[in-house]
């Protein structure tokens, strides 16, 4: 049973560019969340995806968009990247109300130079 | 607002010493409580939880007791293993309302050595 997928791993973007990252949530989850992870911090809450639509969001800017497909999978979009933009994301799925019971992909990292 | 703050690291035992990682919140409800590891190049994974005051969750020998008098939820484990090394981190989640995220905690890096 495959967990939660994320690609790429990595990537490195120049400030001012957009990148997508995928994330494919585990088998039966329908709720996909975003996190970012700075370095040596804790994942911040992005935003939250179910039923095609965002549900929740978390205290980032309209640069940040996503997507969830008929599939429950999710893109992460990020527009005019900053340096800042640079982090972990996580992308976390579960089933419907069990919020709690996240389950975590390895991430994607992102290097904006 | 919501927050979690965690014990600084790192954190740095003799395999089998004593594991104690602070952990105390402020929340304007009655939060669940969660613990989450994150081993060297993996995902977090989910380490125990807690639901409600003095309810108390384990796995994998870790315990942590969830004491709402001090709005606390230690991390302990009798005896650490090599195996134990990865970042643990404490998080809530409001049980009401429309603040259904998880807060983490900035992270306790252990290292255990042999």
């Known amino acids: 049973d495959a967990g939660v997928t994320q690609s790429p791993t990595h990537l490195i973007k120049t400030r001012g560019q957009q990148v997508t990252l995928r994330c494919s949530p585990k088998s039966g989850h329908d709720t996909v969340s975003w996190y970012q992870q700075a370095l040596g911090q804790g994942p911040q809450f992005i935003f939250q995806?179910?039923?095609?639509?965002?549900?929740q969001r978390g205290n980032f800017p309209d640069r940040f968009s996503g997507h969830q497909f008929p599939n429950y999978s999710s893109e992460l979009n990020v527009n005019a990247l900053l340096l800042g933009d640079s982090a972990l994301y996580l992308c976390?799925?579960?089933?419907?109300?069990?919020?709690?019971?996240?389950?975590f992909g390895e991430g994607s990292r992102l290097t904006v130079l | 607002g919501d927050s979690v703050t965690q014990m600084e690291g790192p954190v740095t035992l003799s395999e089998e010493a004593f594991l104690t990682i602070n952990c105390t919140y402020t929340a304007t409800g009655y939060p669940s409580l969660f613990w989450y590891v994150q081993y060297p190049g993996e995902g977090l994974q989910l380490l125990l939880k807690a639901t409600k005051a003095d309810d108390k969750g384990s796995n994998k020998g870790f315990e942590a007791t969830y004491r709402k008098e001090t709005t606390s939820f230690h991390l302990e484990k009798g005896s650490v293993q090599v195996s134990d090394s990865a970042v643990y981190f404490c998080?809530?989640?409001?049980?009401?309302?429309?603040?259904?995220?998880?807060?983490f905690g900035s992270g306790t890096q252990l290292t255990v050595l042999p």
């Open positions: 998080a809530l989640l409001l049980s009401s309302g429309s603040a259904r995220q998880l807060t």
């Open positions: 995806y179910y039923e095609e639509e965002e549900r």
């Open positions: 976390a799925s579960s089933v419907g109300t069990e919020y709690g019971e996240l389950f």
